[in-house]
Structures are given as structure tokens and as C-alpha cells.
């Protein structure tokens, strides 16, 4: 008898991430997405600022919290990663690794630019690179800025651009998000 190859589960990695991104297909959802992400990776014992900028076209949420490190932002991008301050045994809101995927449920282009214990880090990744990994295996995000000494405090901006949907709804946004911080265990 002929040893047959075992069957595995596996996944078309750029059709994972857009099926994923399918749920974020509004922007309240999406800017939601990524507050909660800032308030998720505050300090202990830290206040975290973020600023959610919804005008001239493209959005932008921005924060002081942790950052992320070349390893963590690489981990950010795991599809379906373990929630890193949740294994920590921090109480946070993301599950299942998706919220990556957020900005291309409303947008093109998503942009990370994250300092962290004095490094600048800055990917971006474009829907053409998602739509172009056709044999299903990981594709990459581009490096604009890496590991680059910095005097820039600890945080995140987040930078969503080339909008597939038409107007941002601003007060709906705003509406939403207040509405959910007052439910987030943090949030004051």
C-alpha cells in the first residue's frame, strides 16, 4: 500500500485577509477598530491619548500608547496572531488577530508609522500588493522607515487612505466610538 501525503488544513493567505476585512465595511468600524487597538496597548497604570482625525479625505487615529517594535509590528501582521498583551493576562478587546485587515474592508491603502523605546518604524500596505499574491502564500508590507533612532515618544498613527466608499461619514464615526468607549473596560 502506497503512503498516501497527509491532507492539512491550510489557507490562501490574501483571500483570508480580505474575507476578513469583508466585516469592517463601515468606517465607524473601522476607526473603532484601531482606538481600540490604542487603548488595548496603553502601559500599566498609563493614561493613553488618542486623536481620531476624519478630515480632508483620508482618516488618521493616532496615539501615545506603547508602539510597537520591528517584532511586534511583524506580529501585528500575523494573521490570526495571539493577542500578545492578552497572553500577559491583560484584559483586551481583540480576539482573532483581524483588525489588520480593518482599513481594506473602507480603503486601498493603510499606513503604520510606530516609535518604540527611541525606533521609527513606518509600513505600508497597499490593496494592489493583497490583490497581486495570487498563489496564496504570505505577501509583504513595504518598509518606509526601519528601525530609525528617534527622540519621538512612544505611540502609534495609523493612517487609512484611498477610500473605496463614498463620503466619511464623520458624525456616525464619532457617534460609534463614543458609544463603545463607554462599554470599554478602560476607558474613562
Not at 489557507?11 to 476578513?20: P, T
Request: hydrophobic share 40%; proline share 2%; with cysteine.
Amino acid at each position: 500500500m502506497t503512503q498516501a501525503k497527509p491532507i492539512t488544513v491550510t489557507s490562501h493567505v490574501a483571500r483570508d485577509f480580505l474575507q476578513n476585512a469583508a466585516f469592517f465595511n463601515t468606517l465607524p468600524k473601522v476607526v473603532w477598530e484601531y482606538v481600540s487597538n490604542s487603548l488595548d496597548n496603553a502601559a500599566r497604570g498609563q493614561t493613553v491619548n488618542v486623536a481620531v482625525d476624519l478630515y480632508g479625505g483620508d482618516v488618521t487615529i493616532s496615539d501615545d500608547a506603547t508602539g510597537m517594535s520591528r517584532t511586534e509590528l511583524n506580529n501585528f501582521f500575523k494573521m490570526h496572531g495571539v493577542n500578545v498583551q492578552r497572553k500577559r493576562g491583560k484584559r483586551v478587546r481583540g480576539r482573532f488577530g483581524t483588525g489588520k485587515c480593518a482599513a481594506f474592508g473602507v480603503a486601498k491603502k493603510l499606513e503604520i508609522d510606530t516609535t518604540k523605546a527611541g525606533k521609527r518604524n513606518v509600513v505600508a500596505l497597499h490593496r494592489s500588493d493583497i490583490d497581486a499574491a495570487e498563489s496564496g502564500d504570505a505577501f509583504p508590507v513595504q518598509d518606509v522607515v526601519v528601525d530609525e533612532k528617534t527622540d519621538q515618544t512612544n505611540g502609534t498613527i495609523v493612517s487609512i487612505t484611498e477610500f473605496i466608499i463614498k463620503g466619511l461619514d464623520v458624525e456616525a464615526s464619532s457617534n460609534y466610538v463614543a458609544r463603545h468607549l463607554k462599554r470599554y473596560p478602560h476607558a474613562t
